[in-house]
């Protein structure tokens, strides 16, 4: 693909897909991690002598302006960091988006309402992507984290007007292919989270790839129910349990270490002043039918520690256990903390990526010193499961 090194921007209309799809409560902007992930894209653009028009969806209004959805309340907290007036337009086609962009100044910049309240967004309808492709002399792919979406703003765009990958855009391939492209080795995956259906394709992908995996959260109790331990009340989808014997099956064929727990942290109750105990899971009796598994042990978590230290690139998805309530957030913070040291001194190169994973690293500190972070959910997923984005796609095209 093409980066914005090599467009001519002078005096061209740049056509923007950003992610601004950021938590916000009560109109505000809680967290601005997304904003500051277009600014060298921005930035870049502005410097070459560029005018910015920025395309972005907000939430699934599904074709209907519904007004809780709509991009304004953004741009307040951009313009700040831009440090620049941002326009806003209250539709990304037709009359206002046109009038906003030609009253736009040299190297100003646009925001362009939600773009999924156009039906013809998500169905990738070639006549929205010409009346998209109305506003900009070039496009300028920005969102990872929404190229796994075959939409007219995320896919259709690059067939219509001569396209570019933007700064995050880049930097998140870049580091994606230094993660499991073409690796160090060896490479050490950490996949946590609830259920092992949602990670089915992921854990699958993995295992070919992988010299070690570590499975925590409470996809791991699954694990361990299907090769028969007990696992009292915890979370667990029985039903899966055959295919995780089969993810089990096809690790050892493939030469990788699979690391579930041994030991765990239960209690009766989700609370931070619940009594908990750390159980043998081998032990028999040792989990009773009220226990419910919220971490990994201390002997696991020492066996994960061991591992990060082995390896020379980890790839990190999903917390080992339920972070978000105390004490059950240590064996996450702590290997997040060894990873990021090591990842720090360069002796690690240590990815990210997936909502909660982020929400984990951030509690734990640490996202700063890990060499990379996703911004995205599910586009980080589509892609550790080995699957083609169709918006990184069109750019390669
Ligand atoms: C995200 O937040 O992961 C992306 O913006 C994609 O949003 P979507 O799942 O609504 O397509």
């Known amino acids: 693909f093409r980066t914005l090194d090599e467009a001519d921007l002078a005096g061209k209309r740049a056509l923007v897909r950003v992610d601004f799809n950021?938590?916000?409560e009560g109109g505000r902007v809680t967290d601005d991690t997304r904003l500051r992930a277009a600014l060298p894209t921005i930035e870049k653009l502005r410097k070459g002598g560029a005018k910015v028009v920025l395309l972005a969806h907000f939430d699934r209004p599904k074709g209907k302006r519904v007004p809780e959805m709509s991009l304004q309340p953004v741009v307040e907290p951009l313009a700040r960091l831009v440090g620049a007036p941002v326009a806003f337009a209250d539709d990304?086609?037709?009359d206002a988006a046109k009038a906003a962009i030609d009253a736009l100044p040299p190297?100003?910049?646009v925001l362009l309402e939600n773009v999924r309240y156009h039906a013809g967004e998500e169905k990738n309808d070639p006549e929205f992507a010409k009346a998209l492709a109305a506003g900009g002399d070039l496009y300028v792919n920005d969102a990872f984290s929404a190229a796994h979406r075959a939409h007219a703003s995320t896919e259709g765009l690059a067939r219509l007007l001569p396209a570019y990958a933007g700064e995050q855009m880049r930097r998140e391939l870049e580091a994606l292919e230094m993660a499991l492209g073409s690796p160090k080795r060896p490479v050490m995956g950490i996949v946590g989270g609830a259920k092992v259906s949602t990670k089915l394709d992921l854990l699958n992908n993995l295992v070919g790839k992988l010299q070690y995996l570590a499975i925590g959260g409470g996809?791991?109790?699954t694990f361990r129910?299907?090769?028969?331990?007990?696992?009292?009340g915890s979370l667990c989808e029985k039903e899966m349990a055959d295919t995780a014997r089969q993810i089990l099956d096809k690790a050892k064929a493939a030469g990788c270490h699979i690391i579930l727990p041994t030991d765990a942290v239960v209690a009766e109750q989700l609370a931070s002043d619940a009594a908990t105990r750390t159980v043998e899971l081998s032990e028999p009796g040792a989990m009773g039918p009220q226990d419910k598994i919220f971490d990994v042990g201390p002997k696991t978590l020492a066996q994960i520690l061991d591992a990060i230290s082995e390896a020379a690139t980890l790839v990190w998805n999903g917390p080992l256990g339920v972070f978000e309530v105390q004490p059950f957030d240590?064996?996450?913070?702590?290997?997040?903390?060894h990873a990021a040291r090591l990842a720090k001194s360069g002796k690690l190169v240590a990815v990210a990526g997936g909502g909660d994973t982020v929400a984990a690293l951030n509690a734990?500190?640490?996202?700063g010193d890990f060499t990379f972070v996703s911004t995205a959910g599910g586009a980080f997923l589509e892609w550790m499961e080995g699957k083609t984005l169709p918006g990184v796609a069109a750019l390669s095209k």
């Open 22 to 24: 950021v938590p916000m």
């Open 219 to 221: 996809m791991a109790n």
């Open 92 to 94: 990304c086609i037709g």
């Open 225 to 232: 129910y299907a090769q028969g331990y007990e696992i009292g």
């Open 330 to 337: 240590r064996a996450t913070v702590e290997a997040a903390q």
């Open 364 to 367: 734990a500190g640490v996202s």
């Open 107 to 109: 190297r100003g910049v």
